[in-house]
C-alpha cells in the first residue's frame, strides 16, 4: 500500500481523534458525521469510476436501499439491527449484480443513463410501497445503533461510529487498489482490449467493484437511518446521486483521498456559505464551476497544480 | 525444427466484416520454438488474423487449435490465459499507470488474489503481491527500464513503450505471442534491440508470430514467413524462398503481365 498511505491514514486517525476536542456542539459534530457517511458512498464511487472507469448516477438508490433496509425490517419486521443491517448489505449486493450484469455491458454514456434509470425505479419503490415505507411521508421510528447495552444516542457516539468504519473502509479500498484487483480495475480503465488481452475478465471485474461500491453505499445508508431515525424517499433521489458524483468531481475520483476531501468538503461548504443568505446557493454554484473550470481533476490534484503553475 | 510439435494451427479460416472479405480461407501451421512471420501489403488482413486467433473478434468460419484444442469462441481473456498473448500495432499500454504496474499487470493470469483476500491483506495475497512486484521489477532489469519503473508509462518514448509492451505480454506467461509490427516506427538502433529481445523471447521456448513490415528484420529473424494478400496466402517458406517468390514479388511491386 505505500508509506505515503500509511502516514496520512495514520494522519486522519489523529485529526479524526482530536477534532471532538476542539469541536464542540451537536450541530457542528452531526455536520461531521455526515461528512464521513458521505464520504463512504464517495469512495465506493471512486473506486467505481476514477479507478475502475464505469460510471454510476444511481447510487442513491444502493444508499436508500441499506437505509429502508434497517428501517423497514427494525420498526416493521423486529429484526435486529445487525441483520437488518446485514440484510440490507445483500439486498444492495444483490441488486448491483442483477443490474450490473446487463448494464455493466454499456458503456460511457449509455452506462449513465441506464444507472440514472435505475436510481429513479428504486425511487419510485421507496414511495409506492406504502405498506413497507411509509411512502412519501417518510418512516420514522428508526432505533438508534447499539452494541449489546450500550446505545448510540449522541452525535459524539455516531461520530466515533462512522468516523471509525470510514476509516475501515479506506484502509480496505487502498488495499483493493494496491493488489492484483486493482491493476486489473486500473487496466481496464486504461485499455479495455489490452486488459482482456492480460487475461482480465472485464464483465467479472466490473461487476465485483459495482458491488463493492453498492456495498460501501449501503453500509452509510444503514448508519444514516439509525442516526436520523427518520428517512423519506425525497433522502434518495436523483439530487442525492448526483450530490455524490460531484463530491468525487470536486475532490478527483482517480484518487481515494480526492473523494474523502470532496465529500468533506461539499457536505460541509453549504454549511459555510449560510452567512451569504438567500445568495448562498449562488455561491455553491460558483465554487463548484471554478473547481471543474480550473481543476478539472478535482482540487486535490488541482491546487498543488496551480501553486506549482503561478508561484515557481 | 519442424519435428516440433504443432502448437498453432488454422483450418479453413474465414472472416467477412459486412460484405468485405478480410479472410478468406488461411490455414496455416505453426510449430513450437519457431519464429514465424506474417507479410503482405497494407489491408491484407495480418491484423485481424491476430485479432481472429485471440478472440477479438469471432470467426465467420474455420477452426483455430492451439495445442490441439479448439479456441474460437472463446472469449479474448480465457484464450490469453490458454497462453496466447499480444502487442498492438498502436500501442495499447495502461498510460496512466506506472512501467512497474504495467508489466505487473501482465501477471494477472499467473495469480489468484480475489478481493477479499486482496482488500483484508490476507498472507497468500502478501505473498503473492511480492513474487509479482519481485519479478517485474527484474524483468525490468533485462531491458535497462528499472530506473523509469515508476514513470506513468505514457511518458515513455515510443520505443520503449514498445518494449514495454512486449514485457508486459511475456508476464502473462505465454507459450505463444503474437507481435503485431513492434519495429513500426523505431529507428535502426531501437530496431537492432528489438530484433535482440525478439530472439531472447524465442531462446526462453516462446513460439513467436510476427506481423512486420520491416523487411530486413523479418528476413533476419524469421524461421518461416507466410505471405497474405487479399486474405488469402499466397507463399509459404523459409526467407531465402520467400524473397524469391514471383506471387510475392507481384504482390508487393504489382504483377507485369496485368497490363500486357
Known sequence: MGKNNYLKLLGILIVVAVAPLIIKGDYYLSILVFMGINSMVVIGLSLLMGYAGQISLGHAAFFGIGAYSTGVLTTQFGFSIYSAFLS???????????????????????????????????????????????????????????????????????????????FVLIWFSLNVIHSRVGRALKAMHGSELAASAMGVNLSAHKIQVFVLSACYASIAGSIYA????????????????????????????????????????ITFLPECLRVFKDFDILIYGAILLMILLFMPEGFLVGIPALFRKYFK | MTTNQLILKTEH?????????????????????????????????????????????????????????????????????LGISMTFQTVELFPQMTVLENVMVGCHPRSRAGLFSSGFRLPHMKKEEKWIRDESFEKLGMVGLQEKASLPAGSLPLGEQKILEILRALSTGPKLVLLDEPAAGLNKVETQKMADLIYSIRDRGITILLIEHDMSLVMKVSDEIIVINYGEMIAEGPPALIQNDQRVIEAYLGGETDYA
Open chain 1, 88 to 166: 440490507g448489505l445483500l439486498l444492495s449486493a444483490g441488486v448491483a449484480i442483477i443490474i450490473g450484469i446487463p448494464a455493466l455491458r454499456l458503456k460511457g454514456h449509455y452506462l449513465a443513463i441506464a444507472t440514472l434509470g435505475i436510481g429513479e425505479i428504486v425511487f419510485i419503490i421507496f414511495n409506492e410501497m406504502i405498506g413497507l415505507t411509509g411512502g412519501p411521508s417518510g418512516l420514522s421510528n428508526i432505533p438508534p445503533f447499539h452494541v449489546g447495552n450500550y446505545q448510540f444516542t449522541l452525535s459524539i457516539q455516531y461520530y466515533y461510529l462512522v468516523w471509525v468504519t470510514l
Open chain 2, 13 to 81: 479460416l474465414q472472416k467477412v466484416f459486412g460484405g468485405l472479405m478480410a479472410i478468406a480461407s488461411l490455414s496455416f501451421e505453426v510449430r513450437e520454438g519457431q519464429i514465424k512471420s506474417i507479410i503482405g501489403p497494407n489491408g491484407a488482413g495480418k491484423t485481424t488474423l491476430f485479432n481472429l486467433i485471440t478472440g477479438v473478434h469471432p470467426t465467420t468460419a474455420g477452426k483455430i487449435f492451439f495445442q490441439g484444442k479448439v479456441i474460437n469462441g472463446l472469449k479474448p481473456y480465457v484464450i490469453a490465459r
Open chain 1, 226 to 265: 439509525h442516526f436520523v431515525s427518520f428517512i423519506a424517499p425525497n433522502n434518495f433521489a436523483l439530487m442525492t446521486s448526483i450530490m455524490f458524483l460531484v463530491m468525487g468531481v470536486v475532490g478527483g475520483l482517480y484518487n481515494i483521498w480526492g473523494a474523502l476531501m470532496g465529500a468533506s468538503l
